[in-house]
C-alpha cells in the first residue's frame, strides 16, 4: 500500500477530452485557435482599458479584471490540454496537479462574484446616474474586486489542501483533461464525506449569492427602464445589459449543471463538455460580447491603430 501511495504522488494521468487517436490532431488545432483568439482578446483588453484615457470608468475597470480572469483560468487548463493532444502520455506531475486545481478554483469563483459586481455596476448606472460617480467610486471598486480575490484565494487553499492531503488510492488516472476536483475525489480512499460537504456548501453559496446580486439589479434595472419615456432610452439602457446578461446565464447555468448535484449523478463525459465551454470557449466570447460590440471600445482601437500607423509612417520618413 505505501508503495502504491508513492508512486500516486509522484504524477496522475489525464484522460484528456477524447480517446480516439484520429480526432487529436483536429482537436488540437481547434483548441489551439480558441485559445489563441482569447489570449490576444484579453490580454488586448486589458492593454486597451489600461492605456486608453476615455475607458477609465468603472465599468471598464470590472472588464479589465474580468479579462485578467478569464486569461488566469484558460491558462490554467488550455497549455497542459494542448500539449496532452501531442503527448504519448498524458501525465501531470503531483505538484503541478495541485496547482492547477488551486488557480484554477480561485479564478473561477473570482469571475463570479466580478460579474456580480459588474451587475451592481449597471444598476448604480442606471438606477442612480447622478450619483454614479460618487457611489463608485475608485476606492469603491477597487474593495468590490479585492474582496473577491481574498475570498476565493482562500476557498482555493482550503479545498485544493484539504484534497491532496488526503490518501490516494493506486489509481491515479483522473477522467478528466484537467486536474478538478471532483474526479480527483474518485481517486481517495479515504473518507470524502467531509470534502464533499466543503465542495458542496460553498459551491452552492457562491452560486447562489453572486446569482441573488445579479438578479435583484436586474430586477431594479428592468422596473428603472420601463419607467423610462422614451424607446430610444430604453433601447439604449438595454443595449448596456444584454452582453453581460447573456454571459452570466451561459457561465451560470454550466457552473450549476457541474456543481451543484451529488457526485454519484455525475456524468464525467458530460462534464468534459461543459468545463471545455467555460474554460476556454467563454473565455474567448467575453472580450469579443463585452467590447466588440461597443463604441467606446471600437473608437479606442480605432485611435490606437490610427497611432500606430502614424508612428510607422513617420519611423519610415
Not at 483522473?174 to 460553498?202: G, K, R, V
Not at 445579479?214 to 439604449?236: C, D, M, Q, T, W
Not at 449523478?265 to 460590440?293: C, E, G, Q, W
Request: with cysteine; aromatic share 12%.
Amino acid at each position: 500500500m505505501k508503495k502504491e501511495n508513492l508512486t500516486v504522488l509522484d504524477e496522475f494521468i489525464l484522460m484528456g477530452i477524447t480517446d480516439h487517436p484520429e480526432l487529436q490532431a483536429p482537436f488540437f488545432g481547434l483548441f489551439l485557435i480558441i485559445y489563441v483568439i482569447s489570449l490576444l482578446g484579453n490580454l488586448g483588453m486589458i492593454v486597451l482599458t489600461q492605456v486608453d484615457s476615455r475607458l477609465q470608468t468603472p465599468m471598464y475597470f470590472f472588464l479589465r479584471h474580468l479579462a485578467c480572469i478569464d486569461l488566469g483560468y484558460s491558462t490554467s487548463v488550455g497549455p497542459k490540454m494542448l500539449v496532452n493532444f501531442v503527448a504519448n502520455q498524458n501525465t501531470i506531475p503531483y505538484n503541478w496537479c495541485a496547482t492547477q486545481l488551486a488557480f484554477f478554483i480561485m479564478f473561477i469563483i473570482s469571475e463570479l462574484f466580478i460579474l456580480a459586481a459588474m451587475a451592481y455596476d449597471r444598476y448604480v448606472a442606471i438606477c442612480n446616474p447622478l450619483l454614479y460617480t460618487v457611489i463608485m467610486s475608485k476606492r469603491v471598486c477597487w474593495v468590490l474586486v479585492v474582496i473577491p480575490y481574498l475570498y476565493s484565494a482562500s476557498l482555493s487553499l482550503v479545498t485544493t489542501i484539504k484534497i491532496f492531503i488526503s490518501t490516494f488510492c493506486g489509481n491515479n488516472v483522473i477522467s478528466h483533461f484537467y486536474c478538478d476536483s471532483l474526479p480527483l475525489l474518485t481517486l481517495i480512499c479515504s473518507n470524502t464525506q467531509e470534502i464533499e460537504l466543503i465542495i458542496l456548501i460553498f459551491s452552492a453559496f457562491n452560486l447562489v449569492s453572486s446569482v441573488l446580486i445579479v438578479f435583484i439589479s436586474y430586477i431594479l434595472i428592468l422596473l428603472a427602464i420601463l419607467r423610462i419615456n422614451s424607446a430610444e432610452g430604453r433601447s439604449k439602457a438595454f443595449s448596456t445589459c444584454g452582453s453581460h446578461l447573456t454571459v452570466v446565464v451561459i457561465l451560470y447555468g454550466t457552473l450549476f449543471f457541474m456543481y451543484v448535484q451529488p457526485k454519484s449523478s455525475h456524468s464525467f463525459d458530460t462534464d468534459k463538455m461543459a468545463s471545455l465551454f467555460y474554460t476556454l470557449v467563454i473565455p474567448m466570447l467575453n472580450p469579443m460580447i463585452y467590447s466588440l460590440r461597443n463604441k467606446e471600445v471600437k473608437g479606442a482601437i480605432q485611435r490606437i491603430w490610427k497611432n500606430l500607423c502614424k508612428l510607422s509612417i513617420s519611423s519610415s520618413i
